[in-house]
């Protein structure tokens, strides 16, 4: 990326890069002029299902807008901030191939400046699922996407419903706080063999790649069940479980059946309940799901 912070930078003429924030917020009014912006919130090294989100959004809206922010706020101690895959060029021409007019890309000292303090904490749902395994994480993700959303301003938001956690937690914020914005839930893109896309899916060595596969069967297991008829959280839970169990060299973090808002366990899945899954395959942590339907 060339360009002193504050600069904005054509990319062959296309797609405007922009790395300062006050610049981003002018060149996002005059987007808003001319109709409805759609945003794409990423951390970069983007795949299918990133792509998914933007081509969503230049379905729905007059101009797309993304950003690549490798957000530190929602790191924990110990985990894969440093080595997290940063795929820049590649990432650039891939969202200009998509037809994104801006892309906002900041340092991380542009959006945390010397002496910033202010934080956004999403009480309770913020401390449930990921939340309760990766404390602080989802008051990162709430900081982060407040800060991006009060920059773009855009009309709608696009998010994968892969992270069904975090959508929850932003929900709530935007709710909470007012926001004049549309989250929109994406549907989750997998590969052929079901597992669903994430950057994280590059950690993964041929064997353990295998073995992730079986957080999609344990879902399709419990999908199965609640097809025949089952809707005790307490047995599909028992069935998921034996599922994983199965496969050596996999740790669960959790398996749960919870409303869809709150994150709140329930007892029966009903139409719109969650059931989530995250599990470590080697060194890798992955999560998935599924919306009863």
């Known amino acids: 990326m060339n360009g002193a912070p504050g600069s904005l930078v054509e990319v062959e003429g296309l797609m405007r890069i922009v790395t300062g924030v006050v610049e981003m917020q002018r060149v996002c009014r005059e987007l808003r002029v001319g109709g409805v912006v759609g945003f794409v919130p990423t951390m ?19 101009v797309v807008v993304a950003s690549i922010f490798v957000n530190p706020l929602q790191f924990g101690v110990g985990e894969d901030l440093a080595r997290y895959p940063r795929t820049f060029a590649a990432d650039c021409a891939a969202l200009e191939e998509e037809g994104v007019a801006v892309l906002f890309a900041p340092e991380a000292g542009e959006m945390y400046p010397e002496g910033a303090v202010t934080t956004v904490t999403v009480a309770g749902i913020g401390d449930r699922l990921d939340g309760a395994s990766r404390p602080g994480h989802f008051a990162g993700v709430a900081t982060v996407v407040a800060k991006l959303l009060h920059v773009v301003g855009p009309g709608r938001a696009y998010f994968g419903q892969k992270d069904a956690a975090q959508l929850a937690v932003l929900r709530r914020m935007v709710r909470d706080l007012n926001f004049d914005v549309e989250l929109v839930a994406c549907a989750i893109v997998r590969d052929a063999d ?6 994280r899916n590059q950690y993964l060595n041929e064997s353990e790649r295998v073995q992730a596969l079986v957080l999609r069967r344990s879902l399709m297991a419990m999908e199965g069940m609640i097809a025949r008829g089952e809707r ?26 919870v409303d869809a808002e709150s994150l709140l366990p329930v007892m029966a899945a009903e139409t719109g309940t969650l059931v989530a899954v995250a599990a470590w395959v080697g060194g ?5 799901n599924f919306v009863v339907g």
Request: aromatic share 2%; proline share 0%; hydrophobic share 45%.
């Open 44 to 62: 970069g090294a983007l795949h299918e299902g990133h792509l998914s989100l933007v081509r969503r959004a230049r379905a729905e809206c007059d």
């Open 194 to 199: 079901g597992l669903a896309l994430s950057s």
């Open 232 to 257: 005790e959280s307490a047995a599909l839970v028992r069935e998921g479980m034996r599922v994983l169990g199965a496969e050596a060299g996999v740790r669960v973090d959790y398996l749960a059946v």
């Open 284 to 288: 890798t942590r992955l999560i998935d």
